[in-house]
């Protein structure tokens, strides 16, 4: 079983950045891909970035590729969501999650609550 838990939200501005961190509870930090979700009112949750199990691969969304950036501290069980040059259109509650495969192509296992980022014009 794994519990994440999203921090770093916040309310910016247009081109400010900002980072969300992902704590992971889990004794198979390892076994897992890990990744960030987003969900903005009255849409779908949209798959954001993702990092492999070894981190050796990273995947994006086109809407954010070249802005974000996601990295992984085994040691620390943190996952980070690095966003520069913020859009409006960023504004959505941000979700870490946990999977299998690359997440893009797997399945994923666990969520976290969320972290509202609200970006102003």
């Known amino acids: 079983q794994v519990q994440l838990v999203e921090s770093g939200g916040g309310l910016v501005q247009a081109g400010d950045s900002l980072s969300l961190t992902c704590t992971c509870s889990?004794?198979?930090?390892?076994?897992?891909?890990w990744g960030w979700f987003r969900q903005a009112p009255g849409k779908e949750r949209e798959f954001v970035a993702a990092?492999?199990?070894?981190?050796?691969?990273?995947y994006y969304a086109d809407s954010v590729k070249g802005r974000f950036t996601i990295s992984r501290a085994a040691v620390k069980n943190k996952v980070t969501l690095q966003m520069n040059s913020l859009k409006p259109d960023d504004t959505a509650t941000y979700f870490c999650?946990?999977?299998?495969?690359?997440?893009?192509?797997?399945?994923?296992?666990?969520w976290g609550q969320g972290t509202q980022v609200t970006v102003s014009p």
């Open positions: 889990t004794h198979h930090f390892n076994s897992y891909a």
């Open positions: 999650a946990a999977g299998t495969g690359t997440i893009v192509d797997g399945i994923v296992v666990g």
């Open positions: 990092v492999t199990w070894g981190g050796e691969s990273t």
